[in-house]
Structure formats: structure tokens, C-alpha cells
């Protein structure tokens, strides 16, 4: 009883000289943990966000910068005891760097993806730099907290924490649906370093500035200032810098790039205007030099028998299309994009639309912006045709779109009789990614013929002619083709034939509750 009523009466007289009474005092702090919390998770989702357009894989980069981050967090509060002497002057230090760090970290890592190839470990770095600067902020908040009015342990806690918490959830919020929309990565994470930088320093250097020598007020605020300055000035000039290092990433001229909402959309083209390629996520989509040969062996080998209602399932930028189009008994064509910026840049750019023939405004075609899988599930009509022409599995939201569900939801929209052409991969450089493919299409009730193609920008290139259960469909071409500038039936019978470093191998089918990612790094398939 005497301890408790002690606290009380040390709980009259603020230990330190505020300008504003206890009660706003605390809110100000509260309200520093709360923006500083959203800020902090900010960064963690910006960074899972880069390595996930870069590399793809969204799972491994969600969990290395997770991971390091938190181990990194309790480093850091641990290395923040010997601080807690003067908890605002190093309060206001730890935020003006963790507002440079987090604030410049998706530009300093986009620079080390592009100019020195050097991702991985400069994310690791970053990645702990940010996890310990963060775990150093609560015991030096608690401290502060404390100093404003002392209390129990365990109630300035759930304060704390509370507000730490809700401005987590706040910052993952505002991630998807106001900051990428609004400003972008790179811009929208410097601008959340200057808010940071702002909240963070401003109020503990305005709140505690009575318990601060001049030199203890000067650093921080003459740090502020810099941090400022950086981030102003790279935010003027990320534009720039974008362009420099986008451009260091491909080896033409760029003369289309964007972010739509699901990807980066980039085309380049030869000065002399030989080849112009699309590249969606830095991955190759086509090279105008040879994707003639990539589309004719796509589609025309599942032409060989009834044709008037085809089902495209991707392909926006309308190649595909040109080839179907030019069989006069084509009735109908359904094309299933996810994105409406890659048709509405297939529909508008002169480079493209040269290429595809304005396929996309035929009066045959109906263009549809849907997930196919989400699609293929809602779907109620059959088709004589359906050709898969999806980017590589090379993320858990690609997967899913190479898995036996998939392939369950595609037979059940085949016709009587119908066929279908899946896109693989390389049996060459992903050998047992393309034969997965294959086991997928079996434990969905399909038979199926491999064969490969050497495409020269992609290297060796298969694909798998399926129909439902029956005998296994001859890959050949119809007999009312159109004139082919590659394909033919010397070609296809070549294209039948799998070497030894590209036969069969036994491997797992991806599914969606194991699916599997291919690496490009090592050629493997990845499973989960």
C-alpha cells in the first residue's frame, strides 16, 4: 500500500518540464508510436513488394524480410538499454536515420538489381538496418513514456503497444489501396521517410526540448533538415532515376514503361527498329525478331479439328489472336487478359499493334479482364479450342494458373472433341518444370502430346496439345492452314522429338495447396 500510494504521488509532478500538460503530453507521444509503427510496416511491405517484382518469388522474399527484420528487432532492443540516459536526444537520432534508411531503401536496392547485380545481400542489409533501428524505438518510447508520468509497467505497455498496433494496421491498409496508387514504390516510400522523419524527430525534440542541452536539440534538428533535403531531392529526381535504371536493365532503348496495377509493363526497341520486345516484370513476353515461331506452334497444331469457338487464356498482346484470326471459320475468339493495360497498349502502340494486326478490335473477338482461374470457375461455356498462353510460374500467383485445379477448370470448358495447347516452359533450361506440366495435365483427366520448338530469344521452347481422355492428339497442322512462316509438318515431327537432356522426368504436378515455383537462377521447380 505505501509503494502504491509513493507511485501516485510520484505520478503528480511530471519528472521532466513539458510545455503542455500531461494528458496532451502522452497523446503526442502515442501519436508518434502510432504514425512511426505505420511507418515501419510501411517499409517491411515495401521491400517484400521490390523483391516480389524483381524476383518473383513472393513467398521467399515475404519471408527473408520478415524474418531478418524481427530477428533484427530484437537486436536492436537490446543494443537500445544503453541509450535509455537520454531516451529523447537518441529517440530523435534513431529517427532521422531510420527515415534516410527506410525512406532511400527502395531506391538504393532497386540501384543494386540493376547497375551491380548485388539484390539479395544488399536487401539482407537493409532489411536488419531497418528491423534493429525499429527495435530500438520501444524501449526508448517506454522510457519517455515513463518520464511524462509514471505508471505501472504493464498499463504504459498496452498503451504503447496499442498504439503501436493500430498504426501498423493503418500502414498496411494505406500500403495497397492509397500509397501505390497514389504515388508509386519509389516515390511513395520517400515520401513516408519525410513523414517519419517529421513526426518522428519533431515532436520528441518540441515535447522533451526542456530536458535537452543546445547541443542535444541542435544535432537532431540540424539532422532533420538533411534527412529532408535527401529525400526531397531524390524524390525530384526518381524519375530520372527510374528511367536510368530501368534502362540499365535492357539491353534496347525503352521506349513504353509503366506500372499498371498488377505489373510493370516495359518495351523496348532496336534504334533501327529490327525488334521491338515486351517484357512484363523484367520477364521476356516476345521478340518481334522470332515470335512467329513461338505463336504459330502455339496455336495452329490445336486447330486440327473443330475451331469456331476458341478460348484464349492470356496472350493480351494479340499475337495469338492474329494466328486464329486467319482461319475465315473462326466464329468467335474469348480472350481472357488479367491486366487492361497490356490490351489497351496492344490496341494503341503503333510497334504492337503492327505486329498483331489490330487483332484486338476484330469484330470475332470479345476481350474479357478477369483472373482465367477465377474465370474458368464462373465459366459456362464450351469451346472447340482453348489455348493457355500464361507467364512462366515463376510466382505463387502465376503458379496456381500451371496447377491440377487449373487444368480440372480448363477440361471442363473444352468441347466435344475439342483441344487444348498449354505454353511450358523449356524442357531444356526447366526440364522438370515443363514435365510437371505434363503430370498436371494427367491428374486432371487429359491426354497429352509434348513437343518443342526452338524459339532463338527464348531458346528451346515445348508446349503439350491435350484433349480429354481418350487417345493421346497427333500434333500436326490442319489441311486448310494459312501459309506459316515456320511451322510445317517436317517441323512438327522434328518437334515431337525430346533428346536425352529433355526427356521425361518423374516429377510432382503443382497443385494449390503445394505449388510449385520455378527458378530461374537454378532451372529447378520449387515446391511449397
Known sequence: MEQQQHEREAGDTPPV???????????????????????????????????????????????????????????????????TDRP?????????????????????LYAA???????????????FTIGALIGAEIPLLMTLIQRIRRQEAASAA???????????????????????????????????????????????????????????????????????????????????????????????????????????????????????????????????????????????????????????????????????????DVEHVTLVELDPAVTRLARSMPELTGLNGDSLDDDRVDVVHADAFNWLRDNGDRFDVVLADMPDPDSVSTAKLYSTEFYTLARNAVAEGGRMTVQAGSPYFAREAFWSVGQGLDDAGWERTPYNVDVPSFGNWGFFLAQPRGDAPEVALPDSHPRLRFLDERTLAAARVFPKDRRATETEASSLLSPRILDYERGAWQGY
Open 158 to 328: 498496452a498503451d504503447l503497444f496499442a498504439a503501436d498496433y493500430v498504426g501498423g494496421l493503418v500502414g498496411g491498409l494505406a500500403f495497397p489501396f492509397a500509397l501505390l496508387p497514389l504515388f508509386g514504390l519509389l516515390r511513395g516510400t520517400l515520401l513516408i521517410g519525410a513523414v517519419n522523419a517529421v513526426v518522428g524527430v519533431l515532436v520528441v525534440l518540441w515535447l522533451f526540448r526542456g530536458s535537452l542541452s543546445r547541443r542535444g536539440r541542435v544535432l537532431p534538428a540540424v539532422g532533420l533538415a538533411l534527412v529532408l533535403a535527401v529525400l526531397a531531392s531524390a524524390f525530384l529526381l526518381s524519375g530520372k532515376f527510374e528511367v536510368s535504371a530501368r534502362q540499365a536493365l535492357y539491353r534496347d532503348p525503352v521506349v513504353h514503361a509503366q506500372r499498371s496495377e498488377y505489373q510493370e509493363i516495359v518495351v523496348t526497341r532496336k534504334p533501327d527498329g529490327s525488334d521491338t520486345r515486351l517484357f512484363l516484370d523484367g520477364d521476356l513476353q516476345f521478340s518481334s525478331l522470332d515470335e512467329y515461331r513461338y505463336h504459330e506452334a502455339l496455336v495452329h497444331p490445336a486447330m486440327n479439328g473443330p475451331h469456331g469457338e476458341v478460348l484464349v487464356l492470356g496472350g493480351g498482346d494479340g499475337l495469338a489472336l492474329r494466328e486464329i484470326l486467319d482461319y475465315d
Open 17 to 83: 518540464r513539458l510545455p503542455v500538460s500531461t494528458r496532451a503530453a502522452r497523446w503526442l507521444v502515442l501519436t508518434a508510436v502510432f504514425v512511426c509503427a505505420a511507418c515501419g510496416l510501411l517499409y517491411e511491405l515495401a521491400l517484400v513488394a521490390l523483391g516480389s517484382y524483381l524476383l518473383g518469388d513472393t513467398i521467399v522474399q515475404a519471408s527473408v524480410v520478415l524474418s531478418v527484420m524481427v530477428f533484427a528487432m530484437g537486436a536492436g532492443s537490446l543494443l537500445s538499454k544503453r541509450l
Open 113 to 127: 538489381f540493376a547497375w551491380y547485380s548485388l539484390y539479395q545481400p544488399a536487401m539482407v542489409a537493409v532489411s
Open 88 to 108: 529523447a536526444f537518441w529517440f530523435a537520432i534513431i529517427e532521422g536515420v531510420l527515415s534516410l534508411v527506410g525512406g532511400m531503401s527502395v531506391l538504393v
